[in-house]
């Protein structure tokens, strides 16, 4: 088996094909061999999520995702503003989509969702000391608030109701540090 003591790729040139939200790009680059290649990506500005945990209760968000054409369960999570921390991100997503406010927002994950297309990196937190207060949607934000039992969430992964991998992460990260 072939072992390759440089695994990196060199940007010979770089085009945005669409500038929004997330940016379009087109980069031809230099392969490892020497070759050229080209690599389609979305940019991204980062995004936090949370998991607001109380006595034996996790809250969820209920909300369509069209890529998908289905309704998803998932942490409270949101794209960061320019300039934005991720810890700044995390507070400000979980009051605005549930309305909740944490005494303890503790970072527990930080991962790539779709590193073969995207540059997009998550902080996930574990949010504790819940208070409650009034949502605060973005104008084409639809969302149904949920309080799940723990121990559902895990059996909504295993038998495939919750798919969402940040929600999954968070859940699964959980239930290994908090396991009586």
């Not at 669409?18 to 061999?33: A, I, S």
């Not at 991204?44 to 996790?58: D, K, T, Y």
């Not at 991962?111 to 540059?119: I, K, Y």
Request: net charge positive; hydrophobic share 35%.
């Amino acid at each position: 088996m072939k072992h390759y003591s440089k695994l990196k790729e060199s940007k010979i040139s770089s085009q945005t094909l669409y500038k929004g939200v997330l940016d379009v790009k087109l980069d031809e680059v230099k392969l490892v061999n020497g070759n050229k290649s080209v690599r389609i990506y979305l940019k991204h500005r980062g995004a936090s999520g949370i998991l607001p945990v109380e006595n034996g209760f996790v809250y969820l968000v209920e909300q369509f995702r069209y890529p998908v054409g289905t309704a998803t369960l998932e942490i409270p999570a949101g794209k960061r503003e320019p300039g934005q921390s991720f810890l700044t991100c995390a507070r400000a997503e979980l009051k605005q989509e549930t309305g909740l406010t944490a005494r303890s927002l503790k970072e527990i994950l930080v991962f790539h969702p779709c590193n073969a297309f995207s540059n997009e990196v998550q902080h996930l937190y574990v949010a504790t000391g819940l208070s409650r207060g009034k949502t605060n949607l973005d104008e084409d934000e639809f969302i149904n608030v949920k309080k799940i039992p723990l121990k559902k969430a895990y059996s909504m992964i295993k038998n495939g109701q919750i798919t969402d991998a940040k929600t999954i992460l968070s859940l699964q990260w959980y239930k290994l540090n908090h396991q009586k």
